[in-house]
């Protein structure tokens, strides 16, 4: 352990910060301190926490981008129903187009 500063040759002192503990010296120097096991374990614990939870908010939005079924004929098929979700095409004060897909052929077609 460094008790003096490489840099200028200063007393080290102890900081912590979100945790991590760390030797800072007054001309900017820092090196962090090698965490004991626990900490390092409640560290990893958190990462993975914060990944599932990443996880979790991405199948969360899988859901919600799933387009509500409407009832529409298929031009191509003929069948009645159809997933349906709203584009905007060109500026923003143009209407947004509705596109529709069949949910048998898959052919997809807009509306204005
Ligand atoms: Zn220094
Ligand atoms: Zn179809």
Same mark, same amino acid.
């Given at each position: 352990m460094? &008790?003096?500063c490489p840099e200028c040759g200063s007393l080290l002192r102890k900081? $912590?910060?979100d945790g991590t503990k760390y030797l800072v010296c007054k001309c900017g120097f820092e090196e962090e301190? @090698?965490? &004991? /096991?626990k900490e390092l374990e409640k /560290?990893?614990?958190k990462k993975k926490e914060d990944l599932e939870k990443n996880l979790i908010i991405?199948? !969360? @939005?899988d859901k919600i981008s799933v387009h509500p079924t409407v009832n529409r004929i298929c031009p191509k098929c003929g069948h009645d129903k159809? @997933?349906?979700?709203?584009? !905007? $095409?060109r500026s923003a004060d143009?209407?947004?187009t509705s596109f529709f897909r069949c949910l /048998?052929? /898959?052919h997809t077609w807009r509306e204005y």
């Open positions: 460094v &008790d003096f900081r $912590t910060k301190l @090698e965490l &004991d /096991k /560290k990893i614990q991405v199948n !969360q @939005e159809a @997933e349906a979700w709203q584009e !905007q $095409t143009e209407p947004s /048998k052929c /898959k």
